[in-house]
């Protein structure tokens, strides 16, 4: 779920299954959460912020008797991801579940005229993400073109030599710097390109020079002074944008 479009880019890239990339991925997701989770837990607890009360938090059993056909659509994407269909079609199937989910509860039950705006909503997202996957795309037609790629590639590995650690050192900071500004997605395309021939050339596996690459590629976000992630939450917390980065990071 941290990996949004990334993995099913990772894959058509790689031409890893999906499949494969979600089970390597699990036990690294698992830990992500769990260490926002205590992260979160133990700053709170230092901060004096008291938890809600048994009379705030919402009835477990309400809750999953008016939400259970939510999980409907996520079964579906998931379940023709693992009979390996394409990412295409499986997420047209998704799309379509959720429709006919939302029938299944009357309060949720979806008309014509809600599809029409949720199409319309769904076309307007894509927009976005249409232009920066294109500059990305027009980015890494110009590196594959001169050559930047390779000679990139080359400039880690000259410094690092066969040292794996100073090439992830030296990934990490060329992640910080490319990444300023773009999302996780063309960010990891662009690390993509230049600085997983560096890892693979040292005999680091496909699979986990990618994930590595795609991992790095979310520190921008976060990182101040270009921090996109940092100024979304700061802005919805009502914080301080430098101070949220520099706390996240």
């Given amino acids: 779920p941290i990996m949004g479009a990334g993995a099913f880019i990772m894959s058509q890239?790689?031409?890893i299954p999906y499949?494969?990339?979600v089970a390597v991925s699990f036990i690294?997701?698992?830990i992500y959460f769990l260490s926002v989770t205590f992260f979160i837990h133990f700053r709170a607890r230092k901060r004096g912020i008291a938890p809600l009360s048994a009379s705030e938090l919402p009835d477990i059993r309400e809750t999953v008797r008016e939400g259970w056909h939510f999980a409907i659509p996520i079964a579906v994407l998931v379940g023709t991801l693992i009979y390996g269909f394409t990412p295409t079609f499986a997420a047209a199937i998704g799309t379509a579940s959720i429709v006919v989910a939302s029938w299944l509860n009357k309060n949720t039950r979806m008309h014509i005229g809600d599809i029409v705006d949720a199409l319309a909503l769904g076309a307007r997202n894509m927009i976005t993400t249409g232009i920066i996957l294109l500059c990305a795309g027009i980015i890494v037609g110009v590196v594959l073109m001169v050559g930047v790629g390779i000679k990139f590639s080359l400039l880690i590995s000259a410094i690092a030599g066969s040292s794996v650690l100073i090439t992830?050192?030296?990934i990490a900071i060329a992640s910080l710097i490319l990444g300023m500004g773009l999302p996780v997605t063309a960010s990891y395309i662009v690390l993509a390109v230049l600085a997983a021939p560096a890892l693979t050339s040292l005999g680091v596996s496909l699979i986990a020079a990618h994930?590595?690459?795609f991992w790095y590629s979310q520190d921008a976000n976060v990182t101040p002074p270009v921090c996109l992630a940092a100024y979304s939450a700061a802005g919805?917390?009502?914080a301080n944008p430098l101070r949220?980065?520099?706390?996240s990071w």
């Fill in 13 to 15: 890239w790689t031409q």
């Fill in 19 to 21: 499949l494969t990339i």
């Fill in 236 to 238: 919805i917390a009502g």
């Fill in 28 to 30: 690294p997701a698992l």
């Fill in 244 to 247: 949220t980065g520099f706390e």
């Fill in 211 to 213: 994930l590595l690459i």
């Fill in 168 to 170: 992830v050192v030296l």
